[in-house]
């Protein structure tokens, strides 16, 4: 515990940039502070009980209606829920919509109701295992001090928290940058299945925790980190001959759990926290994200069907992929335009040389020739992953501008956001996909010779999925 409270003692006299050094991987410090083997995981979900909405527990066949339970169903069982059991031998394991870091899943997702009828107003604390919408509040509804007075009367809003500890548990302080990644995956699938039932959405990827906090009655060590405001919810605010759906008690959360995150050293990540809060946040078009959708305007079933087969792949085959498949991949992230820097490693790509490109403008630029394979899983940690990935990429951004901490943690969601869509292409073509999330941060921005100010936010692999027996999920299991 020493170096830790050393650690952070350096961080309380330095400015919001030093303080993203917290989440940094250095060598001989990787995940320094984990509990990973001290402590049980997490409770997977906060548990309440009380009166709930039960939400269905299959895809409906029929086309869409035009009735709020029926989208609530279609938008948090598709995007935020379990899809299959995996198995590592006899050992199961839950896959969701999503990735996540380490399986840690740290999201929450919340629906703040404001004009669904006949849903009432109010705000509910959605849980995925019980496929249920808790009521948490009646009143305070409104969150005007997130949200641009053009989106101020929308008719709900999903609102994403990360449980910290879920993830620093395991990852330590990097697991707080893995919250706002694992976020981005969450808010794509939202945002993509909300454009195909046609509601339209703004995207805030920044939040002011302290007002959100406060409606949603947030633990300590729980921070607000995306919200989804929605408009055409209901496609009419008006239906007829209905009844109010909920009722005026409301549900109580609670655990079984041991709280052993008070034996973690939380003070880098407050200090970064207060920081960040200290300032007077008032909603500003910034705050949104101007990205395009990857999958717009899709098939309800098949973009399902995108995010229901979705896999991480957890080994390649040594193989070259087609250059015909990795044009398809540069030209879709090319067409989703996040002010995020791209840049590839290419390994074993049909007719490319071998080296590092950066994608600029639409186009790739060569800026070295070379065979570094071996150089970039060293650099990632010795990641077994990386032997045979045919392709690596990295996003950054560069934080040298005002209010570099609330710019950071923007750039890491909309990260995670453009990951999902890659991810979801990637395996629409038939290739395979997995995020890495360990990697040493100052010596990969060097490699990739990015600017002194740049900061590296993610890193993924695309490579020839290789079967493997021992980590096989039942829909691959029972055809």
Known sequence: MEEFLMLSDNLKTTGSQELLEFVKNVRGREYVGSRFNEFDRPERNKKYKGYSIRLKTSYAKQKPKNDPIDRLERLLLSGFGMNSIKFYDHQPEMLWSYPSAGACYPIELYVVINNAPPLEKGVFYYSPHDMALYKINNENIHLHDNLLEQDSDDDIYIVFTAALWKSCWKYSYRGYQFCHLDAGHVITNMRLLANTLGMDTSTYTICNNRSISKLLNLDAIEEAVGLISIKNFNQSREISNSKVVGK???????????????QFNWEPISSFQKEVYAKNLIPK????????????????DKLLNLIKYRRSASTFNKEKIALSDFDKIVEFISHCDFPLETTFVINNVNSLESGIYKLESGH?????????????????????ILENASVALFFSANLGMEDEDLHWKKSLIESGMLAQEIHLKVNEIGLGYSCIGGYYDEEVKEFLNLHPLDEILYAGVIGVDKTNGLKRDR???NR
């Open 248 to 262: 005026d008690h409301l549900s109580n959360s609670y655990t079984n759990d041991p709280d052993q995150s008070n």
């Open 285 to 300: 078009a910034s705050w949104l994200s101007e990205s395009r959708l990857g999958y717009e305007n899709q098939n309800f």
């Open 364 to 384: 790739l630029k060569k800026e070295k020739i070379g065979d570094f394979n071996v150089k970039v899983k060293e650099l990632c940690i010795n990641q077994e």
């Open 475 to 477: 829909y691959f299991l």
